[in-house]
C-alpha cells in the first residue's frame, strides 16, 4: 500500500496489489466520485505505463503517486464543494512553426509572451493549483528557451506536457527535454498515410519527420503520446492509425475531435459512438498502446473540461477555456490570471455536465 495523500481529514491511499485508490476522513465522500472513475478504468483498462515506482494510467493524467497527483486529489475535493480549480493549463509559447497547416490561426501576427511573462503565467497557474502543464502552438521546440520553460515548472506540483508537430526534433533536443523533466512529449500524426499527412501539414516530408521524431522520444526515455484530430470523415482510419502507434510503440494514442470547417466533417452520434467502441476494444486488449479519446473522456466521464477543470493561454496572453473556443475573458499582461478565471466562472458559459464538445457546434 502506498500513501497518496494524509491530512487532518483525507487520507488517499493506492493499493500496490489490487490497483484501487481509496479514501478515508471527514473530507472522503467529496473524493468518491473521481476515485470511482479512476478506479474503473484501472480495473478495466490497460494503463499507459506501469513503471517500478508508479502507473501511469494516461499519458494526461499525473502518475500514482506522484505530487502533481496529490493535488489532483485535493483539487476535485475543492472542485466538489463548488470551487473550481484549472488542474489543466495550456499555454501557446510561440506562433512559429515549420508547418502551413490550413486549419492553423497562430501564424497571423507577430506578437507573442515573453519568457517572463510564461514564467509568470506558471507560478499564477501552479498557486491556483494546476497539476498539467502542457506548452503548445505553434511549434515550441522553435521556441529558444523552451528548455528552461519546461525545467521551471516545479516537478512537484505539476507534470509538464509538450505538443510539436515533430518537424524540428533532435536527439540532442529529446534529450534536453528529458533532462529538464518534461513528462510527455505528444506529436501529431493525422493519417497513416504520409501523402494525407504532409498535405495537411503543408509540407512535403512531415509524416517522416513526425516518426523520426517521436522514435528519438522514445530512444532519449520519455513517455511518449501519438496524437490525432479526427473528423467524420477520418473516424474510419483509426485503426490505421493504431497499428502506427502500435509499431512505433508509443505509450499511447490520443484521439481528439476536429473543430469542423464544415457540417460534412462535424462529428454525428454515430462517429462519436464508434470512438467510443475502439476506446473501449483497444484498452480492454494488454497489446498494443493504451488509447485516450477526448470523446469519453470529456464526454461521458468528466464532460466537456473547458472553462471547469482547464484553461487555455493564447499566444497574445488571452484567455479561453480552452484551444478550440474563440471567447477571451481578459490578457494575463494586463489581469492576474486568478481574476480572469472568476470572470470565466461567473460568465455563465461553463455551467453545468456538456457531454459534447461545444467547438463542435459551427451554426
Given at each position: ?333 494586463d489581469t492576474p490570471l486568478p481574476e480572469i478565471w472568476r470572470a470565466m466562472r461567473r460568465s455563465g458559459d461553463f455551467s453545468g455536465f456538456k457531454s459534447e ?7
Amino acid at each position: 500500500m502506498t500513501q497518496l495523500l494524509k491530512t487532518a481529514a483525507l487520507t488517499v491511499d493506492f493499493i500496490d496489489e489490487a490497483r484501487r485508490i481509496e479514501a478515508h476522513g471527514a473530507l472522503s465522500l467529496m473524493v468518491q466520485p473521481i476515485l470511482k472513475k479512476i478506479n474503473e478504468r484501472l480495473a478495466e483498462e490497460k494503463p499507459a505505463l506501469v513503471r517500478s515506482d508508479a502507473i501511469i494510467p494516461s499519458t494526461w493524467l499525473p502518475p500514482i503517486p506522484s505530487g502533481p497527483f496529490r493535488r489532483l486529489i485535493m483539487n476535485e475535493a475543492r472542485i466538489a464543494i463548488g470551487r473550481e480549480v484549472p488542474q489543466t493549463v495550456s499555454i501557446e509559447v510561440t506562433r512559429r512553426c515549420g508547418c502551413s497547416c490550413e486549419h492553423c490561426t497562430l501564424q497571423e501576427a507577430e506578437d507573442e509572451l515573453s519568457s517572463d511573462a510564461i514564467r509568470n503565467v506558471i507560478d499564477q497557474a501552479l498557486d491556483m493549483g494546476a497539476c498539467i502543464i502542457t506548452f503548445t502552438e505553434g511549434d515550441p521546440l522553435l521556441r529558444p528557451d523552451i528548455i528552461e520553460l519546461v525545467k521551471y515548472v516545479d516537478k512537484e506540483k505539476a507534470v509538464v506536457n509538450l505538443f510539436t508537430p515533430g518537424l524540428e526534433m533532435t536527439p540532442e533536443i529529446a534529450d534536453a527535454l528529458r533532462e529538464a523533466g518534461l513528462y510527455n512529449l505528444i506529436i501529431g500524426i493525422y493519417s497513416a498515410d504520409p501523402r494525407i499527412h504532409d498535405q495537411i501539414r503543408g509540407v512535403v516530408g512531415a509524416y517522416e519527420r513526425a516518426v523520426n521524431a517521436i522514435r528519438m522520444g522514445l530512444k532519449a526515455g520519455l513517455l511518449v503520446t501519438m496524437s490525432t484530430h479526427v473528423n467524420s470523415e477520418r473516424v474510419n482510419t483509426l485503426p490505421e492509425l493504431y497499428e502506427l502507434a502500435r509499431e512505433l510503440g508509443v505509450h499511447e494514442l490520443s484521439v481528439w475531435e476536429a473543430i469542423p470547417r464544415s457540417e460534412d466533417e462535424r462529428l454525428t452520434r454515430i462517429d462519436r459512438e464508434k470512438i467510443i467502441r475502439f476506446y473501449r476494444k483497444m484498452n480492454a486488449s494488454q497489446d498494443g498502446p493504451r488509447v485516450f479519446a477526448s470523446t469519453y473522456f470529456e464526454g461521458e466521464m468528466l464532460g466537456c473540461m473547458a472553462g471547469r477543470r482547464w484553461l487555455h493561454v493564447g499566444v497574445d496572453g488571452g484567455i479561453r477555456g480552452c484551444p478550440y473556443l474563440s471567447r477571451v475573458y481578459g490578457n494575463v499582461l494586463d489581469t492576474p490570471l486568478p481574476e480572469i478565471w472568476r470572470a470565466m466562472r461567473r460568465s455563465g458559459d461553463f455551467s453545468g455536465f456538456k457531454s459534447e464538445c461545444p467547438a463542435q457546434d459551427i451554426t
